[in-house]
């Protein structure tokens, strides 16, 4: 009677592991940026909002243009995280605010993860000369530095 009991046990144990196994293995979905900014998008051009204003409904952007001050850019991303697996790029938006002569608002351009551009690197890598020693300097070096007047 008391194997039926522990193998009864040992079934409860694995099937209570195994699910609790699994449900840690199901993901998470984190949001990143400005969020709902789609309500607030289209009302900006229509009342032609100032800078100020517009930082006070979405927040500061999430950059400013380099070389045309005029143009602010609000990022909104999703990524699902699953176990150890690269995360994936749900869903990207960036919104490019463009301001005219009057820190208003004219126009309002979307770009999503369709119109991303892939970026390669060059991997290869340049050797810098005269770091390395001889072997002559190395013995010469530790002997310049040796403490022998204690």
Known sequence: ????????????????FLIISINSCSGRISNHGVL???KHINSI???KLEK???EAL???????????????????SSIKHFAFYKPEIISLKVYEIIFNSENQASEINTYDQDDLNELYFNSDVTETRGNKQSLLGVILKGIGNSNLNK
């Open 52 to 54: 100020a204003e517009i």
């Open 36 to 38: 709902n900014i789609e």
């Open 1 to 16: 009677m008391k194997f039926i009991y522990k193998n009864i046990l040992y079934k409860y144990l694995i099937f209570t």
């Open 58 to 76: 979405l927040g500061n952007p999430s950059t400013v243009s380099a070389f045309e001050f005029n143009k602010w850019y609000y990022i909104n």
């Open 45 to 47: 051009v229509d009342n």
